[in-house]
């Protein structure tokens, strides 16, 4: 149970949570989704969703229904001024600039408080009972770089593998070993489509996409639970340093991905014969480090204090 193994060939069932998963998947509402409108349609879904159920439970007592209630119809409704937002904005904007107080959204998103200020920039609010000097112009709506998206998905792996795995950690290395591959029987799954009702023709197809599929408990697991939370400037060397180990056990040649193209096109690079793997990487962990210490708000001390010597 030595041999190492990285999990790069799409068929590895990762005990705890991997990185791919939180590099914008579809259907992954805590992914860091840059565009927030997409992730908000799918949140809104699933929130009123949730409210309803709970505001029909029977189990709970009136008082509570009634503040699901409340919930539900304020998210639902939440979601279709932004139907209007999306699909009419000269009418949003023509009731918007008549009233004083616009309906916004609240979110654990770091794209959230950007839209916020960008929604009340071009919604025209209050545009008819306000000076219009008191408008700031439009902001240019930017979406987070990839260093930065693969920040926030390194926080989001180590943080939800220490919530939800930390009590497990140490057993599962005793029984898997770390980075071991450990075939999963097909049986496995068969169960599962059993109740799917599929005819025989199509499980067939079905299970043969598994073929080869086996669990692991990846080598960066090791120690993880040193790792601080919540995280903040005092813990970016650490999550830097695991974020490495992450991302290089998942994906080892990360850097020829699409969205490292123009690392790879430098024209540095090209003066020097082709770019080199080891300098290409050293150049994004780099930039994924800066990301971590912006999120973490360790880079606007330095700039305040920049600011002053000058």
Not at 45 to 57: C, F, L, Q, S
Not at 215 to 234: A, D, S
Not at 284 to 305: H, Q, S, V
Request: aromatic letters at 10%; hydrophobic letters at 40%; a neutral charge.
């Amino acid at each position: 149970m030595s041999d190492f193994h990285s999990i790069d060939d799409g068929k590895g069932r990762s005990l705890v949570f991997a990185l791919a998963g939180q590099l914008l998947e579809d259907d992954d509402l805590n992914a860091p989704e840059t565009d927030f409108l997409k992730w908000l349609d799918k949140s809104l879904t699933v929130d009123v969703a949730i409210a309803g159920d709970e505001a029909a439970a029977d189990e709970l007592n009136a008082e509570e229904r009634e503040a699901w209630k409340l919930f539900h119809d304020a998210i639902q409704a939440t979601g279709s001024l932004f139907d209007l937002y999306k699909s009419n904005l000269p009418l949003f904007q023509k009731v918007a600039e008549q009233l004083m107080i616009l309906p916004c959204c609240i979110a654990r998103h770091p794209d959230n408080q950007r839209f916020n200020r960008s929604l009340l920039d071009t919604s025209r609010l209050a545009r008819r009972n306000m000076v219009p000097g008191l408008y700031p112009k439009e902001k240019h709506l930017a979406r987070q770089s990839w260093p930065v998206r693969y920040a926030y998905a390194v926080i989001n792996v180590v943080q939800l593998t220490l919530d939800t795995y930390v009590d497990d950690l140490s057993l599962w290395a005793d029984i898997y070993g770390y980075g071991v591959k450990h075939p999963i029987p097909l049986s496995e799954y068969d169960e599962a489509i059993k109740q799917l009702g599929w005819d025989e023709a199509k499980k067939r197809r079905e299970l043969a996409k598994y073929e080869g599929h086996y669990r692991i408990l990846p080598e960066w697991t090791k120690g993880i639970e040193k790792l601080r939370r919540p995280f903040n400037k005092k813990h970016v060397p650490a999550y830097w340093s695991k974020g490495k180990e992450i991302i290089l056990e998942e994906m080892p040649d990360f850097h020829l991905q699409p969205e490292w193209d123009h690392y790879r096109d430098k024209r540095a690079y090209q003066r020097q014969g082709g770019a080199k793997k080891g300098a290409i990487q050293h150049a994004i962990f780099k930039d994924i480090l800066t990301a971590l210490r912006t999120i973490a708000g360790a880079g606007k001390k330095k700039a305040a204090k920049a600011a002053t010597k000058s």
